[in-house]
């Protein structure tokens, strides 16, 4: 494989610069067009449907198959995939950026485009960033507490030998913060809020959409057993937190769009008070 000299690797990241700013730029397009209708569609709320389906039963029994058996695989798949001395510099420097999109870019591009949403006046814009940073943000959190709960050392501690060293309630330090996959799963969060709240706009684009999105997500993760951080049964479990906070989160917002957690970051703005001055603006909608 042919290797990266640093002018590469800066054009490489000028590159996913510009894919997030293009992403940026087009929301007030995307918001404009949906400007003269109920910004939130709060008439499709899934306040009917039951908040847990046979369909996530049979995603969550997926994943938990695979989390399982992943554990007898993960030091032979380790030793083969993982980054080792000979390992091509041109695929460490792209698994480093696609790493990096999800890790912190996912609350860049998120946080971008609240406040794109937000300055504009563009309700549906302000959602999809919004929720999609509220989906990893929770998702992080699950995560966090369970990698100081089950305390499993990484691929490297052991140089892929050792899948199995557990230690309970002992992961505070980093080298044992292996079990799930952090990156994973904000790569999966935001991929699924993104795909489930534009497929509220656009039904159609779930099919462009969702592949777009879960591909990248899953380029996170092999890119994190690629660099040797984790097993593959870290970025299963990692997937399986972040799909299903994704999916819930824009679910659940949705249903309720009175939630106060949305009251507080979709409904409060800035306005000029007509004295020189600004206030804090509420806005409720009708009964």
């Known amino acids: 494989m042919p290797?990266?000299?640093?002018?590469?690797?800066?054009?490489?990241r000028r590159a996913l610069v510009v894919a997030a700013s293009a992403l940026l730029a087009?929301?007030?397009?995307?918001?404009?067009?949906?400007?003269?209708?109920?910004?939130?569609?709060?008439?499709?709320a899934q306040t009917q449907a039951p908040f847990f389906t046979?369909?996530?039963?049979?995603?969550?029994a997926g994943f938990a198959v695979g989390t399982v058996l992943?554990?007898?695989?993960?030091?032979?798949i380790a030793q083969h995939i993982h980054q080792s001395p000979n390992s091509s510099n041109f695929l460490n420097n792209l698994s480093?950026?696609?790493?990096?999109?999800?890790?912190?870019?996912?609350?860049?591009?998120?946080?971008?485009?609240?406040?794109v949403g937000w300055a504009g006046h563009w309700g549906r814009i302000q959602d999809l960033g919004w929720h999609g940073t509220e989906s990893v943000l929770m998702a992080d959190g699950i995560t966090y507490v369970l990698k100081i709960s089950m305390g499993r050392a990484r691929p490297f501690v052991s140089n892929g030998t050792n899948a199995h060293d557990f230690r309970f309630a002992q992961g505070g330090a980093s080298d044992r913060q292996s079990f799930p996959s952090g990156h994973s799963t904000s790569a999966f969060a935001a991929a699924a809020a993104v795909t489930n709240e534009m497929s509220r706009w656009?039904?159609?684009?779930?099919?462009?959409?969702?592949?777009?999105?879960?591909?990248?997500?899953?380029?996170?993760?092999l890119s994190?057993?690629?660099?040797?951080?984790?097993?593959?049964?870290?970025?299963?479990?990692?997937?399986?937190?972040?799909?299903?906070?994704?999916?819930?989160?824009?679910?659940?917002?949705?249903?309720?769009p009175h939630?106060?957690?949305?009251?507080?970051?979709?409904r409060t703005a800035v306005v000029p008070d007509g004295h020189g001055g600004l206030a804090l603006s509420y806005t409720a909608p009708l009964p």
């Open 202 to 221: 656009w039904p159609r684009s779930v099919w462009i959409v969702g592949p777009l999105m879960y591909g990248g997500a899953s380029a996170v993760a």
């Open 70 to 76: 992943m554990f007898p695989l993960d030091e032979h």
């Open 96 to 115: 480093t950026g696609v790493e990096e999109i999800a890790s912190p870019g996912a609350y860049y591009i998120g946080g971008g485009l609240y406040l």
């Open 26 to 44: 087009a929301a007030p397009q995307l918001g404009a067009q949906q400007k003269a209708n109920d910004p939130r569609d709060t008439t499709h």
């Open 3 to 12: 290797f990266v000299h640093a002018h590469e690797l800066t054009r490489l």
């Open 224 to 256: 994190r057993m690629y660099h040797n951080k984790h097993w593959a049964s870290d970025v299963v479990l990692g997937a399986a937190i972040g799909t299903f906070t994704g999916r819930k989160v824009v679910q659940y917002s949705h249903g309720h």
């Open 259 to 266: 939630n106060l957690i949305d009251r507080v970051m979709l």
């Open 54 to 60: 046979r369909k996530d039963a049979f995603l969550g």
